[in-house]
């Protein structure tokens, strides 16, 4: 039986698909204005990866995500949506666990080195000191580039286990644009020199961030609420509408059409601002666009993500927001501690959310293993590196959230030229925003700056150019400070 079809009666404007931290932007944005935007959500819930789940009152995120941006009116944006009272400001603290230990991270060089022992340390400056004069032939790989800046041991040790369990595939297949906003420093040297070398005089300083917002019942607070002011100005948003086909000719998108239940609504378009991954982007278009671009769409993978969400006592957890483990014996990746992000996660006094974190790929074992032997690798593992005692486990639960990584293989940059090279061309009011849209790695402030630049070229016919975002070799979540 054919599905049935539905002409939606709005006005035609802008249709947003997606309703992450990105398409909720734009569709804010829009409305702010008095013009139609229209949201069409593949879930049944807001807020994409950005999403705050609560099972029986427990909440948790998927990973964990800080309200710090560099981007004055991402900031500004936030305090819009939300109320002052409802951000608490939390210190940060992460750290890597490794052979039993914590390390601070970013790294320091003066704990890392003392973790390690004398010998251990003599061993990862001489191969720092190798490496000055035999760098790495390649170091357009992420291996390679951070070899070259911090040594083939430290490099084995600190980065090499952790950056496989999130990728599933060796460094030297992953290529080097993940690395330079994810590493502290971008080199032993810089690092030891930081930490020795005297601050007068300095005009600036570069200073970790020590602290961040967060709100209180978690990130998905602040989605749900951008959702709410959304369709309380006039914007409609479509919850459980997969997007199958958009229609094009002479270059512009005209259509976009949705699935849900079996009937199939048609929406009249001005502009499509899409969030949902650019290969079905491509792949909805109708007529298709040729072989090549179609195989390029293919091509783009992504990494997938489950947690293991486990109660336990406080008192058993540990004060880091998160925790990486880069211990080989196990396939845990990450650990959050929810209590240490807000104490308004957990509804229980003396208890606390742990969420394990898992990289995985959609379809393989782990993703397609039960939930309750999940919790029971999960609790294994935490008692394998010695972190909690699995006694004393009292319940947990597991979310799966598909293509939460775009993956950064050696042909990715090419493939992402090539469609929009043909949506330059063929749908040219059609715009890829955000992590997923735009197969990049973004954070959900530069997820969220690329929607507004994006309405900002829509509405005042500006030519902002959002594939410039989060492209510059500047350490996230370093910012400068006057110095003395």
Known sequence: MADALKTEPAVAGTVIIGAGPAGLTAAYQLVKLDLPATVLESDDVVGGISRTVEREGWRFDIGGHRFFTKVPPVT????????????????????????????????????ALRNLGVLESIRCVLSYLWVRIHPPKDQSTFEGYTAARFGWRLYGIFFKTYTEKVWGVPAGQIQADWAAQRIKNLSLFRAVWNAISPRRNQREIASLIEEFEYPRHGPGMMWERCHD????????????????????????????????????????????????????????????????????????????????????????AFPDNWIYVHSSEVQLGRIQNFASWSPDMVPED?????????????????????????????????????????????????????????????????????LRDWLATHATNV??????????????????????????NIVNGTDHDVWDVNVDDEYHEEMSRPGP
């Open 76 to 111: 500004e944006f936030w305090h819009e949506i939300l109320p002052a009272e409802e951000f608490l400001l939390r210190p940060r603290m992460s750290r890597i666990f490794y052979r039993g230990k914590f390390y601070d991270y970013p790294l320091k060089p003066l704990n």
């Open 350 to 418: 003396g208890m606390t959310c742990l969420g394990l974190e898992y990289f995985v790929m959609e379809g393989d074992s782990l993703w397609n293993a039960s939930d309750g032997d999940l919790i029971r690798l999960g609790i294994a593992e935490i008692s394998t590196l010695g972190l909690v005692d699995p006694d004393r486990v009292r319940q947990g639960y597991v979310v799966r959230m598909p293509k939460a990584y775009p993956m950064y293989d050696v042909d990715y940059r090419r493939n992402v030229q090539t």
């Open 229 to 316: 002011e959304v369709v309380k100005r006039g914007g409609l948003v479509e919850l459980g509408q997969r997007v199958v086909r958009i229609e094009h000719a002479n270059g512009l998108a005209l259509s976009v059409e949705s699935r849900c239940a079996g009937v199939e609504s048609r929406y009249p378009c001005t502009d499509v601002i899409s969030s949902m991954p650019i290969p079905a982007l491509i792949e909805a278009m109708d007529p298709p666009p040729p072989a090549d671009v179609l195989n390029a769409a293919k091509a783009l993978t992504f990494r997938d993500f489950l947690t293991v969400a486990i109660v336990v006592p406080a008192d058993d």
């Open 431 to 456: 715009y890829p925003v955000g992590r997923n849209g735009m197969h990049r790695y973004n954070n959900q402030d530069h997820s969220m700056y690329t929607a507004m630049l994006t309405v900002d």
